[in-house]
C-alpha cells in the first residue's frame, strides 16, 4: 500500500494559469540572482570597483521591484478567482511525487514581494553609503543580493520544498552576513549561533512537511488548503502537530520565545543587514508561514492558541527586555522581537490580515529605525574614529543631543518612534490596534484572550517607553560624546538619508493600506479587500469578532492613552537625571540589572543546555570512557605515550585496537540478543 | 528482453562479462608493469590502461543492461537485473573517479609502483561480484577479493608508517569481521539449505525463520555492518581513512561502501524480506547510533580527512535508515542517495588530495583559509561538496535525503526520520565551517595549495561531480524515476511481499 | 571405541589446544598448538565423513598455512616475546563479553537432524544450485561416498564455477598485493 | 550423526578464537586467533553438510582459499609494519587515532 499511496491523486484546488506580466514573475528572482553572480564575480576578481558593484546591487533590486509592480499593477485589474501558479520546471518528479519548482502569485504574495523588493532597494540604496568605506564592498552586496533572492523564492514558491529552498537560504545568506566582519570572534559566534537556531526551527519545518505528504500526500499550498478540511479532522492530533512543527519553523525564524536569543546577537553584522534581514524581511517569513497556511491554523485552535500566546509573551517579555538596554541596536532587536510577538498574536488569534498589515508597516518603521541608528552608529564611528577613541559607537549613553548635528535622522526617527509606539494617525497605530482589537473580540469565545490582549497592551506602554527612552538618550539633552569628537559629529550623506524619507514617508502614512471604518477619511479595508480571496476560507472556520461601537473607541481612545502615557514616561524619567557616559557609568542594580542581562536567558541557556551537553561529552566520553576506561582498564600507560604523539581530536577513538574489537563485540553481543528474540 | 541462461558456461560468461573485463584489465595492467615499472610516466601509462580497460566493462555493462538482459528461468550464482546493472555502474564511476585522481596524487607522493592501478580494478572486481552476487558464497568471495586488494591499498604508501598502520588494523578487523559474515553465511545455510538469495527467499516465503537463520542472519549483519562502518563496528574507519593514501580512503568510503550496501540491499530484500521484524529492529538501531555517533564526533574533528571519516560514518547511518522500510522506495532510496554520495565523496576526497601532502592529515580548517581568494573554483567545489553532503536543498544530497525520508515517512517510522533530520543539523556545525573558512577567512601569507595543482585529470573529475550534483540537485525527477524503477526490478525478482507494502 | 567417544575426545582436544594456543605466552608455542586443534579438527572431520576436507585440513591448512606462520615469526624473531597478553581488567572483560557471544551460540547445539527434518527432504530438490546442472547429482549420492574426491569436485567446477573462477581471481590479486608490500624494493 | 555437539564446539572454538582476538597484543598471535575463528565455522560447514550435501564442504575448499590469500597478504601487511616500529605488538600501533 505504501507504494501505491505515493500514486499522485490528481491536483485539487484551484489555481489559475499565468497569463500577462505574472508569468515573468521569476525575473524578480532572476534580477537579485544575476546581481549575486556578478558581484559575487567582482569581490573575488576586482573587488575595488565599488562603482560597478553599487550599480549592479542596487540596480537589479529596482528592476525587481519593477517586476512587482507591475505584478500587482495586472492583479490588481483583473484579481484573479485563484492563486496563479508559474510553473518553471518539474523539479522532484518520481512515480507518486511531482515537485514543480512553481512560483505562486496571489494577492498575498504579491505584498510579500512588494515588501522585500521595496524595502530591500532601499536599504540596498542605503548601503551604498553606509558600507563604502568597507573593504568587503562587492562582497557585501553580493550576500545581500544572493540573499534577496532566496527571500523571493520564500514568498514566492508555490509549494513547501520551494518555499523551504527559500527557507534555508535566506538562514545561510544571514548567517554569512552576520559574520560579515568575521575578523571578530564574537561575531562569527553570533552567525553561528543564528544559523545553528534557526536549524532548528527548519528541522520544525522539514518535519511538518513529511507529515503533510504522509496525510495529504501534496505539498503544493493550493492543494493542502483544498484538501485538509475534508481529510483531517478539525483540532485533531495530527493538524495539531503539523501545525506545531510549522511553529517550532516560524519560533525559530521569527525569534519568538525560546528561540529568541539569536536576534539580539545577530546584531553584529552591519546595520542595514539588521535592517533588511533582522528587522524588515527574513524574520518576518514565520508570521508569513503561518498566513500562507492559515487553513491549516484554523483548523487547529489548539495551536492557534499557543501561537497567540507565545507571539504575546514573546510581545511582552522581549519588550520589557529592551527597557533597559544602552545599546542602541540592541535596543531595537528586542523591540523587533517584541513586534514579531505581536504580529503572531495577530495570526494565533485568526486575524490573519491584521497580521500581514502590521508586518507591513513594521517593515517601514523598523526599517526606519534600524537606517536611522545606522546614520547614527556612522556618525559617531567616524567621530571616535577621527580621534582614535576607542568607545562604544553603538552605547547611547556616549551620545544625547544629536538632534543638533543630525536634524534630518532626529525627525524622522521620531516619526517611526511616533509610529511604533502606536500614535494616532500614523500606520502603526492602525495596525497594532487591529491586532489588539481582534485579541479582545476573541476573547469573548476564551477567557484566555483577554490575558492575552493585557500583555499586548502592557507591551505597549513599554514600546511607547523604550522608544522614547531612546530618542531621548540619543538625540535629547546634553551630548556625552566627547568635546574634541563633538565636532566630527554630522549628518549623514543624502545617498543614505533619502532612503530614510521615503520610509518615513511610508510611516506617516502607511496606515493607508488599510484604514478600518471608524477611520473619518480615505477607503477603508483596503488590505482587508485584497487579501480577502488568500484567508477567506480560514476566516471560515475561525471567524474574528471584532469588536465595534462603544467598545472600539474606548479600546482605541485605551491605546492611545497608553502610547502617550509611554511616550511622556520615557522622555521625563530618561532625562529626569544626568546620564553618565558608558565609561562612567555605574552597574546596574536590583531589577535593571536583570533587564540588562536579558532575565539571564543566554546565562540560563548555557547552564542548562550548552554547559551540560559539554560537560557530557567531555566528562562521560572523554574522561570517563577514555581516561577512565582505557588508561584505568591499563593499556600499560600506552594512552601516556599515545598523547605525547599528539592526540587530535575525538578522545574515544584511542588508536588501540584491542578497545575497538571489544566495542565490536559489544556491539556483536547485543545485535545477536536482538536478532535471537 | 535477453534472456541469458545462467546455467550453463557460456550463459554465466555472458552475465558476467562485466566483472571479467575488469579483472582483464587488472591482469593487462600487471602485464604492462612487467616492461614499465619504474618512472612516473610508466605509473600514469597504467593508469590509463586500467582507465581504459573500464571503458569494454562499461560497454558490456551498457550492453546488458540496454538488452534487459535477464535469466532464463532462476536466477542463479549471479543476479541480473537492474539492480545489479545500477550497482555496476556505481561501482565503475567510483572506480574512474578514483583512478583518475590517483594520477597526479600518485606522482606527487612518489609512489612510483604501477601495481596500485591493477589491485584497483581487482577491488573493483570484487565489489561488482558482491554488489551483483546471487548467493552467498559468490558475494563472501568478492567481498574477500575487494578487501584483500583495498588492505594493501590502505598500506601503498610503504614509506609511511601511518599507511602501513592503517592497513594493519584495516586487515586485522577486516578478516575478524570475515569471520562473523562467515558464521552468518554458514548458518544461514544451515537453516534454510540454500545459499541462493532468490531460494532462500523463496524457502522462507510466509515462514519464520529459525533460530539458526537468525542468528546467521545476525552474525550476517555484523560483518556487513563493518564493511559500511556502521556504529558500533565502525572504529576501524577513521583510523584507516587517515592513514590510508587519500584516493583510497576516498575509494573506501565510496566503493567499499556502496558495493557493502549494495549487497546488504540484496540480502534483505531479495533473501530475508520475511524476516523483516528480525533485521529491522537491528538495522534502525545502528542506523540511529552511526547517526548520532559519526555526526557528533564529526564536530570535534580537527583534521578534514578524519571530520569526512566520521562524515561517511554518518553517511552509513543515513543509508541504513534507506534500507530500513524494506520497500521498493527504500531501495530506490539506497540506490540514489548512494549516486548522490559517491558523487560528492569522491570530489571532496579529490579536492582533500591537493589541499595537503603526505597523507593529507595535516589538512584542518586553517588550509583552506582564504581559499575563494586565490582558488575560487576549488573552494567553490568545495562548496558544493558540503552543502551537498549536508542535504542542503539545491543539491544532490538533498534529493537524496528527500528520498531517504520519503521511503521511511512512507513506512510509518516518523522517529527514525525525526532523528536522521535532526542529526543532518548537526551536521551542519562541521560542514559549514569549512566554507566559512574558505570564504570568510583571510588567507595566510602562503599560497594554501603551496604550489599543488590538480592536473587535467582531477579537474575533469571534479568538474564533473559538482555539475552532477548541482545539475541532478535541481532537475532530479529523471534519476529518481529510474532509481525506483530499478528498485523494482529487485523487488519483483524477491518474488515475496514486502514489508510496508500491503500494509 | 565408539565413534561418539572419539569425536569427544577429539573435541576436547581441540578445545583445549585451542584454550592453550590463546593463552601461550610465546607465539611459537601458539602456533603449535593451533596446528594441534586443526589436527583435531581433522580427526573430527573423519568422523563427519568428510574424509577430503580432512586431507587438505591437514596438508593446506595445518601443512601449509600455518608453517607460513611460523616461518613469518621465526623471520622476525619474534620467538621470545613475553608480556604479550593485555592487563587483568581487558581479560576480565573479554571473557564477560565472549561469555555473551558464547551464551547466544550455544544455543546451536540444540539443532539435530531431526529438527532440520523438514530441511532434509527438500535438501538437494529443485531448490538448490546443486540440482540445477543436470549433471550434477553428487548431492544424492550416499553418505559413505560423500568422502570421495570424485564428489566435491564434481559440484566445484559445475555448480560452485563462478565462485571457484572467483577465489583464482583471489589469490592473484593477494599475490600482487603480497609482493607490492613486502618485497624490499619495487 | 553428532549434528548437535559438532555445532557446540564450533560455537566454543569460534569463541576462543574471539577471545583471542581481544586477548592477545602480537599482531601474528592475533591473526591465528582470526584463523582459528575460520576453522570453527568450517566444523560448522562440515557438520552441516551432513544433513545438507555437499555444497558445504565445497565451501570449506572455499574458506581454505580465503584464509590463505589472507594469510598472504596478512603477513606482508605484518612485515610492512615490522619493518616501520621493529615490532609488532600492538600497544606499539596507536598512532591513528582521535
Known sequence: MTFSLLAALP??????????????VWLAVAFPLVGFLVNGALALKRPEAKTAVSVVGTGVLLAAFAVAATVFVQLRGHPPDAPIIVSLWSWIVSTGMDIQFAFQVDQLSVVMLLVVTGVGSLIHIFSVGYMRADAGYARYFAYLNLFVAFMLVLVLGSNLPVLFIGWEGVGLCSYLLISFWYGDKANADAGKKAFLVNRIGDLGVLIAMFLLWWQVRSLEFVTIAARVPGTLPVDGG???????FLFLGCVGKSAQIPLYTWLPDAMAGPTPVSALIHAATMVTAGVYLVARNSVLFAMAPTTSMVVAGIGALTALFAASIGLRQYDIKKV??????SQLGYMFLAVGTGAYVAGVFHLVTHAFFKALLFLGSGSVIHAMHHAYHATHSHEDAQDMRNMGGLRKYMPWTFGLMLIATLAIAGVAPLSGFFSKDEILAAAFGRGETHKIWLLFWGMGLAAALMTAYYMMRLMAMTFLGDNRTGAKEREHLHEAPWIMTGPLVVLGLLSLIGGVINLPAFFPAGPHHVLDGWLEPVVAAASRLMPVAMPHGATEWALIGGAVTIAAVGLVLGWKLTLANPIPTAHDAPEDTGFARVLFRKYYVDEIYDALIVR????????VLW???????????????????????????SRLQTGQLGFYVVVFLIGAVWLLRTVAQ | MMPIDLQTPSGVTLALLPEILVCAGAMLVLMVNAWKHHTGADSRLAGKVALASLIPAAAALAWLWAGGAEPEGRPFMVALDGFRFASLALILIATAATILLSFGYLEREGLIAPEYYSLLLFAASGMMFMAGAEDLMVLFLGLEVMSVSVYVLAGFNRGSIFSAEAALKYFLVGAFASAFLLYGIALLWGATGQTGLSGIGERLAGGELPLMGKLGLGLLLIGMGFKVAAVPFHMWAPDVYDGSPTPIAGFMATGVKAAGFLALVRILYVAVPDAASTWQPVVAALAVASMVVGNLVALSQRSLKRMLAYSSIAHAGYLLTALWPGTRLGAGAVVIYLAAYVLTTVAAFGILGVLGKGGERDVTLDSVAGLSKRHPWLA????????????FPGTFGFVGKWAILSGVVGARHILLAVILVVT??????????VIMAAYMRDAGAEDPLGGRRFDRAGVVTVAVAITVILVLGVLPGSVLNSAIEIAGTLVRTGGSSLVGIGR | MSGQTVFYILAGAAILSALLCIIQKNPIASVLWLISTMFALAGIYVLLQAQFIAAIQVLVYAGAIMVLFLFVIMLLNLGRDTGDLRGMPVRLAAVLVAGGLLGELVLLARVTPGSMALLRGTAVGAGTPMASFPAGQAGAAAPGAQGVVGAIAEPLFRTYLVPFEITSILLLAAVVGAVVLAKRKL | MLLGPSLLVSAILFTIGVVGVMLRRNAIVLFMCIELMLNAVNLTFVALSQVLGLGGQVMVFFVMTVAAAE????LAIILAIFRHTRSVDLKNINLLQG
Open chain 1, 332 to 337: 531595537l532587536a528586542y523591540s523587533t522581537v
Open chain 2, 380 to 391: 567553490f567545489a568545495l562548496t558544493v561538496c558540503m552543502l551537498s553532503l549536508l542535504g
Open chain 4, 71 to 74: 594469510a598472504a597478504v596478512g
Open chain 1, 623 to 649: 574522561k570517563g570512557v577514555d581516561q577512565g576506561l582505557i588508561d584505568g582498564v591499563g593499556a600499560n600507560g600506552s594512552a601516556g605515550l599515545a598523547r605525547a604523539l599528539g592526540w587530535i581530536g
Open chain 1, 238 to 244: 495530527i493538524i495539531i502537530a503539523i501545525t506545531l
Open chain 2, 424 to 433: 543532518s543539523l548537526i551536521s551542519a556545525g562541521y560542514y559549514l565551517p
Open chain 1, 612 to 619: 551540560p551537553l559539554v560537560a557530557f561529552s567531555r566528562v
Open chain 1, 11 to 24: 491536483q485539487v484546488g484551484e489555481m489559475t494559469v499565468a497569463t500577462g506580466a505574472a508569468r515573468w
